[in-house]
T-cell receptor, first 116, second 109 residues
Framework: DVKVTQSSRYLVKRTGEKVFLECVQDMDHENMFWYRQDPGLGLRLIYFSYDVKMKEKGDIPEGYSVSREKKERFSLILESASTNQTSMYLC???????????????FGSGTRLTVV | RKEVEQDPGPFNVPEGATVAFNCTYSNSASQSFFWYRQDCRKEPKLLMSVYSSGNEDGRFTAQLNRASQYISLLIRDSKLSDSATYLCVVRGTGNQFYFGTGTSLTVIP
C-alpha cells in the first residue's frame, strides 16, 4: 500500500514563526498536494505539484509556499504563521502522467497545527 | 456556486437500514468521481470510484448521473462501523480535485 507520511501529528507554533510541514510518499507518485480542512469549509487546496520543482497554486495559496526538491517530498511552508492558519493540514499524493491524475488520492494522517 | 455540494446531514440510521447520499457538481465537463470516507480525526480514505455505468462494492453502490450532474452513494444493511463522514470528490478538466464538505452518518444500534 502506498504510504504518505506527514512529519508531525500535532504542532503548536507562535504567531510570526516560520513553519515547515513535511510530507513524504513512498510510491513514486508524480503528483502531490497540500490541503487544509476546516469545519464547515471542507478540504481546500493550497498548492499542488505534478513534478519535481514544479508547483501550482490551489484555491487558497496566500500565506503559504511550497518546495518540491525531490519527487518523494513535498513541503508546505508558512512564512509567518498567523492564528487564521490554525487548521488540519493534509498532504496527498496520486499517480498519473504529465499533470493528469489517474485514480484517487492517498492522504497522509494529517498535521493539526495550532497558531497561538 | 460551489464546485461540489453535499447535504451535511447528520444522517442517523438504525443498524440494517439502507441510506443514500447525493452530491451535485457544477462543472459538466468533470472527468472523474469518487467517494471518500473520513473517520473522526483521521484522514480521508478512498472508498470507491464512481463509474458512468454505476458500480457496486459489497454493500456500497455508487451511481453517476451526468445529465443531472450528481453522484450518489447507497449503503445497504448499515453497520455500526459505517459511521463516518462521506466526502464526495470530483476531478475537473485539469488536475484539480474538488471536495464536498462531507455528509455525516451515524449508525445506531
Amino acid at each position: 500500500d502506498v504510504k504518505v507520511t506527514q512529519s508531525s501529528r500535532y504542532l503548536v507554533k507562535r504567531t510570526g514563526e516560520k513553519v515547515f510541514l513535511e510530507c513524504v510518499q513512498d510510491m513514486d507518485h508524480e503528483n502531490m498536494f497540500w490541503y487544509r480542512q476546516d469545519p464547515g469549509l471542507g478540504l481546500r487546496l493550497i498548492y499542488f505539484s505534478y513534478d519535481v520543482k514544479m508547483k501550482e497554486k490551489g484555491d487558497i495559496p496566500e500565506g503559504y509556499s511550497v518546495s518540491r526538491e525531490k519527487k518523494e517530498r513535498f513541503s508546505l511552508i508558512l512564512e509567518s504563521a498567523s492564528t487564521n492558519q490554525t487548521s488540519m493540514y493534509l498532504c496527498a499524493s496520486g499517480t498519473g502522467t504529465g499533470n493528469i491524475i489517474r485514480g484517487g488520492y492517498t492522504f497522509g494522517s494529517g498535521t493539526r497545527l495550532t497558531v497561538v | 456556486r460551489k464546485e461540489v455540494e453535499q447535504d451535511p446531514g447528520p444522517f442517523n440510521v438504525p443498524e440494517g437500514a439502507t441510506v443514500a447520499f447525493n452530491c451535485t457538481y457544477s462543472n459538466s465537463a468533470s472527468q472523474s468521481f469518487f467517494w471518500y470516507r473520513q473517520d473522526c480525526r483521521k484522514e480521508p480514505k478512498l472508498l470507491m470510484s464512481v463509474y458512468s455505468s454505476g458500480n457496486e462494492d459489497g454493500r456500497f453502490t455508487a451511481q453517476l448521473n451526468r445529465a443531472s450532474q450528481y453522484i450518489s452513494l447507497l449503503i445497504r444493511d448499515s453497520k455500526l462501523s459505517d459511521s463516518a463522514t462521506y466526502l464526495c470528490v470530483v476531478r475537473g478538466t485539469g488536475n484539480q480535485f474538488y471536495f464536498g464538505t462531507g455528509t455525516s452518518l451515524t449508525v445506531i444500534p
